[in-house]
């Protein structure tokens, strides 16, 4: 008899609004990650009972469990916020803290991505010495550097990367990340944060992240030409298709938009219609 697989516990932080997104993510992550379990873990403060029943009974469908744990309203009761953002934005910041103690390791996706291969050989990497992985969006080298030194106000921040798609080691996590110091950094640099989190967790961790293969990993879809132009080629849509783990649809032109026309929409409406059909069964 063969080993059974231990399940794989994947985060996912977000409103109501980001259900049906949710839904089509965690879609193409059932579909292409056949005989394998899932425990989603959903961090939120606004989603109704109801919504999490029903998102329960769509992963329980594909042999995954989802676990809804809402933040109470007065939790970082000192954290600061700004301009748009919320206590929210520290949620995947403090994982650690508002997760069961027992869980070490965890993957955290973004909703507005695309799981297209298996994703357990990315899940087991070795992050003991580490408290991420995370991939950059190398299409664009260092072009950002200096300016993202500058901003951060940390000189010795020589990459910069996408916190979309995050392995996080929960057990260094809890020993090394202190609250008081990222609520401190976002007091002194409120000003210059443009993506809140993202950015705390490059000016204060950078040096602590493994860094992984963006187009493998964490594949901006925007940046289709130059990933196959500087790869001569090699990495055109077939190459995405059978080798990328998870497809980013980063930038303001989500694909479940009704006008939405790039090159990757399409995949993405069919995942939208996988999903739609298993809500409807």
Known sequence: MGIVAQKMNVLVTLDQNYLPPLRVML????VNNCGEAFKI???????????????????CAHGSKLCCVRID????????????????MYYRLLAFKLLPQDIKKILYLDPDILALN???PFYEADISGSLFAAAMHSAFG???????????????????????????NLTNQRREIKEEDIFNYVKERENMLILPDQDVINALYSQRILPVDDTIYNYD????????????GEKDL???MENTVFLHFCGKNKPWHKRAYTKFAALYKHYKVLAERTCQA
């Open 27 to 30: 879609k193409s992550l059932f």
């Open 41 to 59: 873990y959903v961090l939120h403060n606004d989603i109704p009972e109801k919504e999490c029943e029903k998102l329960d009974t769509f992963c």
């Open 221 to 232: 879809v925007r940046h289709y030409p130059i990933y196959n132009l500087i790869s001569g």
């Open 142 to 168: 260092n072009i950002a550097k200096y300016l993202n030194q500058l901003r951060l106000g940390n000189t010795n921040l020589d990459r910069y990367f996408n916190s979309g798609v995050l392995l996080m």
């Open 118 to 120: 298996p994703v357990r």
């Open 238 to 240: 077939d190459w995405v």
């Open 73 to 88: 309203e007065g939790a970082f009761a000192a954290a600061p916020v700004f301009r748009h953002y919320t206590k929210a």
